[in-house]
């Protein structure tokens, strides 16, 4: 069974600063994805890396797949309260049809 | 473009009672299909998923059971619920490219 680890769990930091959330695994995957996820509601897709050592930018986003594409990071510059939300990320191995995901981080912006 | 369906939005039962939740998904054919649990601020875990009409595989044992009776409608069931069975239920669909899914809106289930 592969695992995908997140950290942190939990982040709270003030509107404006930066931050760093990490996404690892001992497997290699064949794509990743980033869901955002609000309360209530179903996780959203932000983005998906394919290729080792990837970086891909969604305005204050920036997303990048490990060279080995065993671990992914996703970057905010300047954070907002419009950020705060439950981060996930998500990988696919070989042909499955399954995703693995992280157990996510939870993400608070404060005014 | 793709919509993915999930009703009912909430639902309060009690032990012991059945449950069925429906996912259906508007704008591709064929897709497979998944059923996820989702504990408060935690990430998914698989339940079920279909590649096709009457396929199903399980993924944990539990008393909770998938069927597909038709190509774009997922059902999620139990006979008697347990307590446990509280939870965030989602229904995703999948593009084949880049192993992508894509989420409904969720159910809030909560068994007392």
């Known amino acids: 069974t592969q695992l995908l680890e997140q950290s942190p769990q939990f982040l709270s930091i003030q509107e404006g600063e930066n931050l760093t959330v990490y996404c690892n695994s001992s497997?290699?995957?064949?794509?990743l994805q980033w869901y955002r996820q609000e309360p209530g509601e179903g996780p959203v897709l932000l983005v998906t890396?394919?290729?080792?050592?990837e970086v891909k930018k969604l305005k204050r986003l920036t997303f990048q797949f490990g060279d080995a594409r065993k671990d992914s990071s996703l970057h905010i510059t300047a954070a907002q309260p419009g950020d705060t939300g439950l981060y996930l990320c998500?990988?696919?191995?070989?042909?499955?049809?399954?995703?693995?995901f992280g157990s996510g981080t939870q993400l608070t912006v404060l005014p | 473009s793709q919509t993915i369906h999930q009703w009912p939005a909430t639902l309060v039962q009690p032990v012991g009672s059945p449950l069925s939740l429906e996912c259906t998904v508007e704008?591709?054919?064929?897709?497979?299909l998944y059923w996820y649990r989702q504990a408060a601020g935690r990430g998914l875990q698989l339940l079920f998923y279909?590649?096709?009409?009457?396929?199903i595989s399980s993924e944990v044992p539990q008393n909770l059971s998938a069927s597909r009776p038709q190509d774009r409608q997922f059902i999620l069931s139990s006979k008697k619920l347990l307590l446990s069975d509280s939870g965030f239920y989602l229904c995703?669909?999948?593009?084949?490219?880049?192993?992508?899914?894509?989420f409904g809106p969720g159910t809030r289930l909560t068994v007392l």
């Open positions: 279909s590649v096709g009409i009457g396929q």
């Open positions: 890396v394919v290729t080792g050592g």
């Open positions: 998500a990988g696919a191995t070989g042909s499955a049809r399954q995703l693995t």
């Open positions: 704008g591709t054919s064929n897709p497979n």
């Open positions: 995703a669909w999948r593009r084949d490219s880049y192993n992508e899914q894509f």
């Open positions: 497997s290699v995957f064949s794509s």
